[in-house]
């Protein structure tokens, strides 16, 4: 009997990720669970100093499409179902996490989502607000 059935695999498109992605694989495979991959951008608006820049939404747009190709990639190779998501990269990981009914968040223990980098590391604040079990991997052993 298996514990984990959904594991949702959340990746930061960084070269950790496929690492992680093939030990996220391999521990679905042995558990006869199913992946599915998430990334999450977090758009961030920087205020020009000067002259008004191209509007936002554009910069933002350009960002998703980036993101999907690159999922989409990984998410090939993996043999695996993805998602783009957009919005703040832990609130959006957890509602995922429920809408999905995952038994199990992998992500890389290195990754740096959105403003995490300058606040606190994304794992950290998953694990206190998910719906089910997070593990956190390293890349290299």
Known sequence: ????????????????????????Q??????????ELLHVVEFVPVEPMG???????QFED???QRA????????AELGAPCRVESGNVKAEIV???RERQADLIV????ERHGLSILVNFTEDTV???????????????
Request: proline letters at 4%; charged letters at 25%; a positive charge.
């Open 26 to 35: 391999a521990l679905a495979v042995a558990l006869g669970a199913e992946v």
């Open 95 to 97: 509602r995922v996490a």
């Open 51 to 57: 002259e008004t820049l191209m509007p936002p939404v």
């Open 62 to 64: 350009e960002l998703l």
């Open 127 to 141: 694990l206190h607000s998910a719906p089910c079990d997070v593990l956190a991997m390293r890349a290299r052993t």
């Open 107 to 110: 992500l890389g223990s290195r």
């Open 1 to 24: 009997m298996a514990v984990y059935r959904r594991l949702l695999l959340v990746v930061d498109l960084t070269d950790d990720s496929l690492a992680i992605g093939r030990k996220a």
């Open 68 to 75: 999907e190709q690159r999922l989409g990639a990984l998410a």
